[in-house]
């Protein structure tokens, strides 16, 4: 079975030492918003090498995968979603967008979340009803709310900027720190290509959005200009 296989494969990757660090950097300690997160300390790239190599692998197998507790497992299995995304009928796209709603609350790590929800999501409702992100950044879950606006990245790529900034609004008040890292950073991308889009936004919200979100958006801005936001915050 090729369940077994890729098994086999990924846990033959494994070191140590580097699921340690990892361990560390995705704060997987007791209430920190990792917790209980498994790493075996393998590579980004060795993820995709082996993404790339089963991307025919069938749901009952995928979900195998993203329920799992070990981390490496839940990417590979995002990543091999987005493969199968880019290269699908507008029947398999639908399905592999109806199995990553299906597990949301799977996609529980910032990376899990920013390399797959513009790409698989994002992509989809490019043209389509986007009541679910709406949705989604009203969820109690914090992977749920990041996945929202993580999927306007896609909107963004496009010139579409009116459903990350109701969002961005919608998360202006968000309690954690990896919600408004993400909002700043979609802020800041809508500034890369249209600066009045974004300071229209700012002019507006950047005495009461969260400092980290305010300096994530302007952190490409010309010195006087981000000191201004800054100074006025």
């Known amino acids: 079975m090729k369940i077994n296989k890729i098994i086999k494969e990924i846990n033959l990757l494994k070191n140590p030492q580097k699921a340690k660090i990892l361990a560390r950097f995705f704060k997987t300690g007791k209430g920190e918003y990792g917790e209980g997160d498994i790493f075996l300390g393998i590579t980004v790239p060795q993820q ?40 699908g009928s507008p029947k398999e796209k639908k399905n592999i967008v109806a199995f990553y709603l299906k597990n949301t609350k799977k996609i529980n790590n910032w990376d899990l979340v920013d390399l797959s929800a513009h790409k ?3 992509d989809y409702l490019l043209d389509k009803n986007k009541k679910i992100i709406y949705q989604l950044a009203e969820s109690e879950n914090l992977w749920e709310r990041r996945i929202s606006i993580l999927t306007t990245f896609n ?12 969002i961005a609004e919608i998360l202006l008040n968000d309690k954690h720190d990896l919600i408004h890292k993400a909002v700043g950073w979609m802020l800041r991308e809508i500034g890369k290509r249209d600066i009045e889009a974004e300071e229209v936004f700012l002019r507006k919200f950047h005495k009461s959005m969260p400092r980290t979100m305010l300096r994530y958006a302007v952190e490409k801005f010309e010195d006087k200009k981000r000191k201004y936001y800054l100074n006025k915050y």
Do not use: N, T, W
């Open 48 to 87: 995709r090498s082996i993404a790339k190599r089963y991307s025919d692998l069938i749901f009952p197998d995928l979900q195998k995968l993203i329920e799992s507790p070990i981390h490496e497992y839940r990417l590979i299995c995002l990543l091999i979603l987005v493969e199968e995304y880019k290269k």
């Open 120 to 122: 698989i999501l994002g």
């Open 155 to 166: 909107f963004i790529g496009k010139g579409e900027f009116e459903d990350s900034l109701k």
